[in-house]
T-cell receptor, first 112, second 113 residues
Framework: DAGITQSPRHKVTETGTPVTLRCHQT?????MYWYRQDPGHGLRLIHY???????DKGEVSDGYSVSRSKTEDFLLTLESATSSQTSVYFC???????????FGPGTRLTVL | AQTVTQSQPEMSVQEAETVTLSCTYD???????LFWYKQPPSRQMILVIR??????QNATENRFSVNFQKAAKSFSLKISDSQLGDTAMYFC??????????FGKGITLSVRP
């Protein structure tokens, strides 16, 4: 258990509404990641953070923004949700020295 | 760009038997890590095993072992004495810069009683 929680665990929203997902960790890890999981695609990186206020884009960042104002929280925002963003979202932390990522329980997001 | 390929979408194995899941990858990095993750129906991503690319010795964790062929860029997972609880989706993954992971598409493993 890497002390990672995600909230909410499930959310249903409507197209065009803003949505924020929260990832919280308790072990002061520097690196945090957001992935989405879709059938036939495995997990794909959306954004990641390498410190407070330090973030960068991943493979599928369009339509998403992130913020990290404190070490323990990494927020993922969908500014205007679309049906293509219906997915399961995972947060992860990186645990050195072996570059191993541990994952939160996931958030299932449905955009109607 | 890094790629991870899992070409078998599904496999099935009889309980107590051995099964091997295949994975190939491509990377330009000289130092990297490879992983197998398990995702049971609960959806939780669980680390199964990790391999450092600079180590020639294959990693082993109880009933799980890997066959790491660096020159061939191959990284297969062997599960011995399969158990019903091994039924899950398995993902092969590779680290890149800033420890970002690239995943394969996954393989669904079913263990038959």
């Amino acid at each position: 258990d890497a002390g990672i929680t995600q909230s909410p665990r499930h959310k249903v929203t409507e197209t065009g509404t803003p949505v924020t997902l929260r990832c919280h960790q308790t072990e002061n890890h520097r690196y945090m990641y957001w992935y989405r999981q879709d059938p036939g695609h495995g997990l794909r990186l959306i954004h990641y953070s390498y410190g407070v206020k330090d973030t960068d884009k991943g493979e599928v960042s369009d339509g998403y923004s992130v913020s990290r104002s404190k070490t323990e929280d990494f927020l993922l925002t969908l500014e205007s949700a679309t049906s293509s963003q219906t997915s399961v979202y995972f947060c992860a932390i990186n645990h050195p020295p072996a570059d191993t990522q541990y994952f939160g329980p996931g958030t299932r997001l449905t955009v109607l | 760009a890094q790629t991870v390929t899992q070409s078998q979408p599904e496999m099935s194995v009889q309980e107590a038997e051995t099964v091997t899941l295949s994975c190939t990858y491509d990377t330009s990095e000289s130092n990297y890590y490879l992983f197998w993750y398990k995702q049971p129906p609960s959806r939780q991503m669980i680390l199964v095993i990790r391999q450092e690319a600079y180590k020639q010795q294959n990693a082993t964790e109880n009933r799980f072992s890997v066959n790491f062929q660096k020159a061939a860029k191959s990284f297969s997972l062997k599960i011995s004495d399969s158990q019903l609880g091994d039924t899950a989706m398995y993902f092969c993954a590779l680290t890149g810069a800033n420890s970002k992971l690239t995943f394969g598409k996954g393989i669904t493993l079913s263990v038959r009683p």
